[in-house]
């Protein structure tokens, strides 16, 4: 599920999308499925959108985000804490999509 998801943004992240900060704790149950997407999805989604700025900010006991930033400084975004890998997925093609 979160790998077609992942299939189906393919390069389209640069439209209207600037940039994509994950946030998540290395350590946390409630961001397991946050580290789980970037070990399985991170690599395919950069090939995908090399010039694509996609940052990932680890910090201990932060609570998991999906932030996206638009164009003129408009930012969204999504708590993750505790979803599954296909959860953060859907929440990643949300925010491209502006549907949040």
């Known amino acids: 599920m979160a790998a077609a998801a992942v299939r189906g943004i393919g390069g389209g992240l640069g439209r ?3 940039e994509l900060r994950i946030h998540l704790c290395q350590r946390s149950a409630g961001s397991r499925g946050v580290r789980d997407f970037i070990e399985q999805h991170y690599v395919s989604l950069k090939k995908a959108n090399p010039e694509f700025p996609i940052l990932i900010r680890e910090c201990s006991g932060v609570q998991p ?11 969204k975004s999504v708590p993750l804490n505790n979803l599954t890998v296909d959860e953060v997925a859907k929440a990643l093609e949300s925010l491209v999509k502006g549907k949040v």
């Open 16 to 18: 209207s999308l600037r």
């Open 65 to 75: 985000a999906l932030w996206a930033r638009y164009e003129f400084g408009k930012e």
